[in-house]
């Protein structure tokens, strides 16, 4: 995957958890919890999505540090190169 | 065509809004799917089926309020503990302990859990809670989790994902919208301090929780940093006093001291 396919697959994850929201203007670069108005429930419901659709299991620890597209873009691009669970 | 679904739409969700539940027949009809809210003339309905209830509930209910501090130490340490060792799937928000906590405190207080009916309070057997979802853009809807009393918080967050996910994209029955017996407005982390709600008719109390924060706290003599939450509750004066508020928000502090018992 590169970053545009990780980023689009992302986009259709963000989209089902807030169907409400304008998420393919969404700008990569953007504080996802302001622009979407994500609360945690979303958040959480966002990073099970995640470990369901793409096999990236993202720790509690690890989701206050990812703030925009890129960076759980970035976090699900470097774990494509961990070895598989 | 699309009018009538619009008024239609409308319609499910003032019944949900200001009909008592206990002589609502909306439970027990065929539930119609409430379409997608992202129209403006839903988004109108809404406004006035909250304009509505809203009105409704300071012209006839007289409120009063109470709040508390809870630490959220022992929660929030256990949720870290729990979360660590599952995955995502199967983690916890803080929101699902508050959420449990005040299910079972409800069941603990009917003076609180219950409707208010042709004058006089009705207590309800069981929990049903309200939850009230703010939707994106602006307006609200408050989706019931049935039975909550009975429910742990991983079932209770389980359902709430569920609701709250058809209650942005549309697609709740009206069924879903009606029957609480009491409603939790959870601020979440981005929001304020402390919310002192107003009532949902015909209903005989709120719950509020504001953003959970780090703030310094005393423990046995010393100032401590703690994850702290104020908790409130706007309740309906006819039916109970101070004291027994005062019992509501102490058991939810009690029962999330013991996160690992919810």
Redesign the interface.
Same mark, same amino acid.
């Given at each position: 995957m590169n970053t545009t396919d990780t980023e689009r697959r992302l986009r259709a994850l963000l989209g089902?958890?807030?169907?409400?929201?304008d998420v393919g203007a969404l700008p990569a670069d953007a504080d996802l919890?302001?622009e979407?108005?994500l609360?945690?429930?979303?958040v959480?419901?966002f990073?099970?999505a995640?470990?369901?659709e793409l096999d990236v299991?993202?720790?509690?620890?690890e989701i206050p540090g990812l703030r925009t597209l890129a960076d759980v873009a970035r976090r699900v691009e470097a774990a494509a190169g961990e070895v598989p669970r | 065509m699309r009018a009538d679904v619009e008024r239609a739409a409308g319609a499910a969700l003032a019944a949900a809004a200001v009909t008592p539940p206990a002589v609502s027949a909306a439970a027990t009809r065929p539930a119609a799917p409430v379409p997608?809210?992202?129209n403006g003339d839903h988004r109108a309905a809404m406004r006035q089926t909250i304009a509505a209830a809203m009105s409704r509930s300071k012209r006839e209910i007289p409120h009063y309020y109470l709040a508390t501090t809870i630490d959220l130490g022992a929660a929030t340490a256990w949720l #870290?503990e729990r979360?660590?060792q599952l995955?995502?799937?199967e983690?916890l928000?803080?929101?699902a302990l508050l959420l449990a906590a005040t299910a079972r405190a409800a069941r603990a207080v009917p003076a609180l859990n219950g409707h208010w009916v042709d004058g006089s309070a009705q207590p309800a057997a069981a929990v049903h809670l309200g939850v009230i979802v703010?939707?994106?853009?602006g307006g609200l809807v408050a989706p019931v989790i049935h039975d909550a009393g009975e429910a742990g918080p991983a079932a209770l967050?389980a359902t709430?994902?569920d609701l709250?996910?058809r209650a942005?994209?549309?697609g709740l029955r009206a069924s879903e919208l009606a029957g609480a017996t009491i409603t939790v407005s959870n601020l #979440?982390?981005?929001g304020a301090e402390q919310v002192f709600g107003v009532i949902h008719p015909p209903q005989l109390a709120l719950v509020g929780f504001g953003a959970i924060r780090d703030r310094p706290w005393a423990v046995g003599g010393d100032v401590v940093v703690r994850p702290l939450v104020s908790a409130t509750l706007s309740a309906d004066h006819r039916a109970s006093d101070g004291p027994q508020g005062s019992r509501l928000l102490a058991e939810i502090d009690r029962l999330l001291q013991r996160p690992e018992e919810l």
């Open positions: 089902a958890i807030a169907p409400d929201a919890r302001e979407l108005e609360d945690s429930l979303d959480q419901r990073v099970a995640i470990d369901a299991a993202i720790a509690d620890r | 997608p809210s992202g #870290g979360n660590a995955p995502p799937a983690r928000v803080p929101a703010s939707l994106r853009g967050m709430l994902g709250v996910a942005r994209g549309g #979440g982390e981005r």
